[in-house]
């Protein structure tokens, strides 16, 4: 196993224990259990701020961040249009598409599509 799949693997399960234990404070403080897709979503936000705050932006381009800033925007439920186009924006997506799939969630709900 070469450096940079070994790196991808732990930085995906680090980010599977940090994806499975969010919970959504909106609703724990209106006293209603959250939905899945709410449940989703915080964790993924959450899994995508600990990605960006250990990888860092750079070589990520500005419509890949922006249309994945809507699709946080939306709670999560725009359809997808985030396009990985540059080496370091794949290798992203590829960390959240592992941490997601670890944490549960169908790979249907993740943003990343290229549709031209």
Not at 30 to 52: D, I, M
Not at 59 to 87: M, N, T, W, Y
Request: aromatic share 8%.
């Amino acid at each position: 196993m070469g450096y940079q799949t070994l790196f991808m693997a732990a930085g995906a399960a680090l980010l599977a224990v940090s994806f499975a234990g969010s919970v959504s404070p909106v609703s724990a403080q209106q006293g209603e259990a959250p939905s899945w897709s709410e449940v989703k979503c915080e964790r993924y936000k959450k899994a995508w701020s600990t990605a960006t705050e250990r990888r860092g932006t750079r070589g990520i381009g500005q419509e890949f961040l922006q249309r994945h800033e809507a699709f946080l925007a939306s709670g999560c439920l725009a359809q997808g249009d985030v396009c990985p186009r540059s080496k370091e924006e794949l290798d992203l997506a590829n960390i959240m598409v592992i941490a997601a799939m670890n944490a549960g969630t169908a790979s249907t709900f993740l943003p990343f599509a290229c549709r031209k």
